[in-house]
């Protein structure tokens, strides 16, 4: 996916924090295909967050020359960043450019000194974790980053990485890998076990620069991974066309156990889709057949939502 320009206007980014509130998420991050220090004015976007009185979380590769962008980093610090994720894949150049190609660790070093003297200065209260993007090369930097990380006083974690950084990703990095993914998918090769969810799906909202919702924060914005607009589509609908997109059951995300709260959703989000509730100020309301409609509806209707219920009870059943 190529880079882009883009930017969010300032006014549709409050209109998305305003129902994201309203839909219960208690988190924003501007970092999804994103370097957010790369943004001037990205404490702006902070302040519309702290406004709505919702935390706010930033994760950035760092590799910025500090002369030209510490400045920016140190003023959205300020406006009150709950957690700042620092991504990295060695401690010496020739490791870290293998998988972050054109990016400077020195920089990367001397913007996190810097950070961690405002943290000791009590000029931040920002939580700030270094992480390290683990692959088969750089174990032998795994000791070193997390010894640098405890002498600034920062947190340190480490998640496996996804793909060889030292082979082309050329083969995945355009919409047709996907397309073919799509049209050759074999149901018996389904990823999704039974009891359990993605994560990206049921506890994250990928939203692009023009406030459309993409399938999650692990796929690129191509066209066809697209939902629609956040704005025009309700909590239900956002949830349930990226529950049933067809890329997810060949995704080999790790997925985590079904929880109640996952069930109550899911139910919620198929009962809207079905008509048997109406979404009501980002509440639900169930629909009564004798005063929502004209008449007593037919016979395969009332069949339809009695094979229905039999589902959902299954559903809550193997939840519960």
Request: glycine share 4%.
């Amino acid at each position: 996916m190529k880079n882009s320009a883009s930017a969010m206007p300032l006014d549709l980014f409050e209109k998305l924090v305003a129902k994201a509130k309203g839909e219960g998420y208690d988190t924003i991050g501007l970092y999804n295909w994103i370097e957010p220090f790369l943004c001037k004015d990205v404490d702006s976007f902070i302040e519309i967050i702290k406004a709505a009185d919702l935390d706010y979380e930033l994760s950035s590769n760092l590799s910025l020359k500090p002369a030209s962008y510490f400045d920016t980093i140190q003023r959205a610090l300020r406006k009150g960043v709950d957690r700042l994720t620092v991504s990295v894949s060695g401690f010496h150049q020739e490791t870290y450019e293998i998988n972050h190609v054109g990016g400077n660790i020195a920089w990367i070093k001397e913007n996190l000194e810097q950070i961690a003297l405002l943290k000791k200065k009590s000029l931040i209260q920002t939580k700030v974790f270094l992480r390290l993007i683990q692959f088969d090369y750089n174990a032998a930097d795994e000791p070193l980053l997390r010894e640098y990380a405890r002498s600034l006083k920062l947190e340190f974690e480490v998640i496996p990485g996804v793909g060889n950084p030292k082979q082309s990703v050329a083969q995945y990095a355009a919409p047709n890998f996907y397309e073919e993914r799509l049209k050759n998918f074999n149901s018996a090769d389904d990823r999704e076990a039974q009891g359990e969810v993605c994560p990206l799906i049921m506890d994250t909202v990928a939203i692009n620069s023009q406030g459309d919702v993409y399938i999650c924060c692990a796929y690129p914005y191509y066209s066809s991974l697209r939902i629609g607009s956040y704005l025009e589509l309700s909590k239900q609908e956002l949830l349930l066309k990226r529950y049933m997109h067809p890329i997810c059951p060949s995704c080999d995300f790790t997925r985590r156990k079904t929880t109640p709260a996952d069930r109550d959703r899911l139910v919620d989000a198929l009962e809207f889709k079905l008509g048997f509730v109406k979404n009501l100020d980002n509440s639900l309301e169930t629909v009564s057949a004798t005063t929502e409609l004209p008449q007593q509806p037919p016979l395969w209707t009332r069949t339809l939502k009695t094979a229905y219920r039999g589902m959902v009870d299954k559903f809550k059943a193997h939840t519960s």
